[in-house]
């Protein structure tokens, strides 16, 4: 009708008008969504970001070391917390760690303990981690609270490892979800996640028997297709897709890192106890199974003879292939089971702290 104003015109007014005002007040002009006004409405623009994105969002480090992970406003929001938490897989919840205003900062749970506020400048609310350890890998929330306009970056905190599959010694598919989570513990490690045994069978893991992660899924990595290991198709992660964690039982796949010690062999006939003895005699212990193979895969320990370890298994690791060194022609930690803890007839393997 005459005199009414079209569309696009009341557009281009409250827009202007909104503009206006905001300049007045100070404040940054934020134009979010869509004015649905044609084409001469102006292009939307996102709002501004207080959060920086950040370079890397994987941030790689090792047992042991200091990790920082980076969280950096662009600019600050006059009053505002920063929140650091970490997103715990297949638990659909998140750990907090701490609590920071820009002036003070408060830990929370067992990983506040290690952690603090990085400040390299007053615009850095970067995370750092002392002493990492197996279970800090996974991934982060770094979150602005301001009340109006919260926002997060994430990222991940990856750690150098190697993935071993296991079993105890009464035999495969043992462990419930609980049980397998206990046992890699037990063994220098954790369990696993599927990113982890991803990048193990693209290094060569190839293993039959299926097994716990850390998510609660089941698999197992296949390298040669065959018909005992899930038929001749193509090779990859067979899966089996949650189970009931308290119910269904599998082995284990479990990840460790580098080691803060050695691990070192000890010739002789020797008995499992007579095994524990000589390596308290060196100022050691006997090694767990995640010892030697963090050995194996960080330090190239290689030794053709069997050795028992702390769970009653006797082992050897070998990183260059050779006939009399177990038959196998990729490199690999070689297992004679779980022989008798009586039966005097293999050496030990020694694990010292540094």
């Known amino acids: ?48 970001h207080y959060l920086l994105p950040p370079i890397h969002e994987v941030i790689h480090s090792h047992r042991g070391a200091t990790a920082t992970l980076p969280c950096v406003l662009g600019t600050t929001p006059p009053s505002y917390k920063v929140r650091w938490s970490k997103v715990e897989p297949g638990e659909l919840r ?30 850095d609310a970067s995370l750092v981690i002392a002493g990492v350890r197996l279970e800090d890998e996974g991934r982060y929330r770094c979150e602005l609270i301001n009340g109006i306009e919260d926002e997060s970056v994430a990222l991940t905190l990856s750690l150098e490892g190697v993935v071993f599959p296991y079993q105890p010694s009464r035999g495969r598919y043992q462990f419930n979800y609980y049980e397998a989570k206990q046992a890699c513990e037990e063994q220098d490690g954790r369990l696993a996640t599927y990113s982890q045994l991803y990048q193990a069978w693209t290094e060569g893991l190839d293993w039959c028997n299926a097994g716990w992660l850390l998510e609660g899924s089941v698999r197992y990595p296949v390298l040669t297709a065959r018909a005992p290991c899930g038929g001749r198709g193509r090779p990859g992660i067979r899966s089996y897709g949650p189970r009931d964690r308290m119910r269904d039982r599998y082995d284990a796949f479990c990840f460790t890192s580098a080691l803060a010690g050695q691990v070192f062999f000890v010739p002789g006939r020797l008995t499992l106890s007579e095994a524990h003895a000589a390596c308290r005699r060196r ?19 290689d030794q053709c003879d069997g050795g028992w370890l702390a769970d009653g298994s006797v082992r050897f690791p070998i990183t260059t292939p050779r006939p009399r060194c177990g038959g196998l022609p990729d490199p690999g930690v070689r297992s004679f089971g779980f022989p008798r803890p009586q039966q005097a007839a293999y050496g030990t393997y020694c694990y010292a702290e540094n």
């Open 1 to 48: 009708m005459p005199g009414w104003l079209t569309l696009p015109t009341l557009c281009r007014f409250l827009l202007w008008a909104f503009t206006i005002f905001h300049k007045a007040q100070g404040d940054p002009v934020r134009i979010g969504g869509s004015c649905h006004c044609g084409p001469l409405c102006p292009a939307s623009h996102p709002g501004p």
């Open 94 to 123: 998140e750990t907090l760690i701490l609590i920071t205003n820009g002036l003070h900062a408060r830990g929370y749970g067992p990983l506040g303990g290690r952690a603090r506020m990085r400040r390299g400048h007053r615009l």
């Open 283 to 301: 100022g050691a212990v006997v090694a767990k199974v995640g010892h030697l193979y963090a050995a194996w895969k960080f330090s190239g320990l």
